[in-house]
């Protein structure tokens, strides 16, 4: 069974300070990614990782920040917290090739942070 | 400019009944959808996916109907029961790769006992 986790699960955070959410896979996958969700809008790719030491941007990296420090471990960075990041964040894992071209995306419980 | 767009946003069914969520696209290149759930407190789990070689998809209780030439596809889920209630995602992907993913906005289903 693919396993993420993230921490923390909730947080609460000031408007200008630095925030960190933590994600780690036990699945053995090369891929990794952090998605916002926020109601209304569905999931948007913020960052995502194919290897270690390196992260690429989705749709919505400006004001956020990723770290791959090893293949289980991906990380997103908000420097300076806004008001507009208060969202509930998602990291996924998944394989490079599983059927086809296609993997399944395994998601982690979710990150719920709120910018005061 | 949203590029996969899924109606209704919320839809309630009686508990046996059949339901239908719609899902429709604008990128001609997209040939892989697949369709997520989402439990309150929970991350997305994929349910079931499509190629675009395809037309139709079953696996359980849950059916894809994918109409390449008009851009859309559904996902039926036939028998509803109360335990289906959830937030269901259309998604999409052009070719292979890092496998992105653009996701919908998401339908509510309430299935009512």
């Known amino acids: 069974e693919a396993a993420v986790t993230q921490s923390p699960r909730s947080k609460v955070a000031v408007t200008g300070g630095k925030v960190t959410l933590s994600c780690h896979q036990t699945?053995?996958?090369?891929?990794m990614y952090w998605y916002r969700q926020d109601t209304g809008h569905g999931l948007r790719l913020i960052h995502y990782?194919?290897?270690?030491?390196?992260?690429e941007k989705g749709d919505i990296p400006d004001g956020y920040k990723a770290s791959r420090p090893s293949q289980e471990n991906f990380s997103l960075i908000l420097e300076l917290a806004s008001l507009s990041q208060t969202a509930v964040y998602f990291c996924?894992?998944?394989?490079?090739?599983?059927?086809?071209?296609?993997?399944?995306?395994?998601f982690g419980p979710g990150t719920r942070l709120t910018v005061l | 400019q949203q590029q996969v767009r899924q109606s209704p946003q919320s839809l309630t069914v009686w508990e046996g009944e059949t339901a239908i969520l719609n899902c429709s696209y604008e990128?001609?290149?997209?040939?892989?959808f697949p369709w997520y759930q989402q439990f309150p407190g929970e991350g997305p789990a994929l349910l079931i996916a499509i190629r675009s070689v395809s037309d139709k998809k079953e696996d359980g209780g849950f059916t894809i109907f994918f109409n390449k030439r008009e851009k859309n596809l559904s996902l039926h889920i036939k028998d509803s029961q109360p335990g289906d209630s959830a937030t269901y995602f259309c998604?999409?992907?052009?070719?292979?790769?890092?496998?992105?993913?653009?996701f919908g906005k998401g339908t509510v289903l309430l299935v009512s006992p």
């Open positions: 996924a894992s998944s394989d490079l090739r599983d059927w086809g071209g296609y993997a399944e995306q395994f």
């Open positions: 990782s194919y290897v270690a030491d390196s992260t």
């Open positions: 699945n053995n996958h090369d891929y």
């Open positions: 990128n001609s290149a997209f040939d892989y």
């Open positions: 998604a999409a992907s052009a070719g292979s790769g890092y496998n992105k993913l653009t």
